[in-house]
């Protein structure tokens, strides 16, 4: 089954211990790219990914890191965390065409405390 | 800088209405036009992507529509069921990969 798989599904954490959200595809899709949700915000994106060893920022990247180390990876990296990164975060997937239709993980929702 | 906006913020109709949802947008240049649905609780789910040249798009009880040159777009549900309750999600691409998302309208069908 095609899909954008994303772990953990809940993390509840304390500010400064490090953590990874992993996430995966398997439609060997070129573009990644990880959002947080926030009541009355909508979609933000974080950080996106081209291909493999290609990132750049989105609209809100500070206090994260992203690699693509491998095509169907791309993992979510919070260095230090601190409670105004308590959110819910979704990673989506899609060709690189402009006509492409991004497929989204089924989310992860982490609490800093 | 980049805007879309949609309304109502909310909604809530009864089963087998139909409904409308609006979404403007500032963003430029414009690429395509898309409308998610996303379940409390679950990712996104794509509807309908539209690029600059197409007016009308649907999808089952679904149709999108949007007009490039006063850069809005509307979502109608025809003959709304439980199952619609969701918040529909207006999304404008300026290229390839730089995506602008609209805050929601949240739809609530009631029986």
């Known amino acids: 089954e095609a899909q954008v798989t994303q772990n953990p599904r809940y993390l509840i954490t304390v500010t400064g211990k490090k953590l990874t959200v992993t996430c995966s595809q398997n439609?060997?899709?070129?573009?990644m790219s990880w959002y947080r949700q926030d009541p009355g915000l909508g979609l933000r994106q974080i950080y996106y990914?081209?291909?493999?060893?290609?990132?750049d920022k989105g609209d809100v990247p500070e206090g994260y890191k992203v690699s693509r180390k491998e095509k169907r990876n791309f993992p979510l990296i919070l260095e230090s965390p601190s409670p105004n990164q308590t959110s819910l975060y979704f990673c989506?997937?899609?060709?690189?065409?402009?006509?492409?239709?991004?497929?989204f993980g089924p989310g992860t929702r982490l609490t800093v405390l | 800088k980049n805007q879309v906006e949609q309304s109502p913020q909310s909604l809530i109709i009864l089963e087998g209405k139909n409904c409308t949802l609006q979404c403007n947008y500032t963003v430029s240049p414009f690429s395509n036009l898309r409308w998610y649905k996303q379940d409390t609780g679950r990712g996104p789910v794509s509807l309908t992507i539209m690029t600059f040249s197409e007016n009308t798009k649907s999808n089952g009880r679904y149709t999108a529509t949007l007009d490039a040159d006063t850069k809005q777009s509307s979502l109608h549900i025809t003959a709304s069921q439980l199952s619609d309750s969701a918040s529909y999600i207006c999304?404008?691409?300026?290229?390839?990969?730089?995506?602008?998302f609209g805050a929601g309208t949240t739809v609530t069908v009631r029986a």
């Open positions: 990914s081209m291909n493999v060893e290609v990132t």
């Open positions: 999304v404008v691409s300026s290229n390839d990969y730089k995506l602008s």
């Open positions: 989506a997937s899609s060709f690189s065409t402009v006509y492409n239709e991004q497929f």
């Open positions: 439609m060997n899709h070129e573009y």
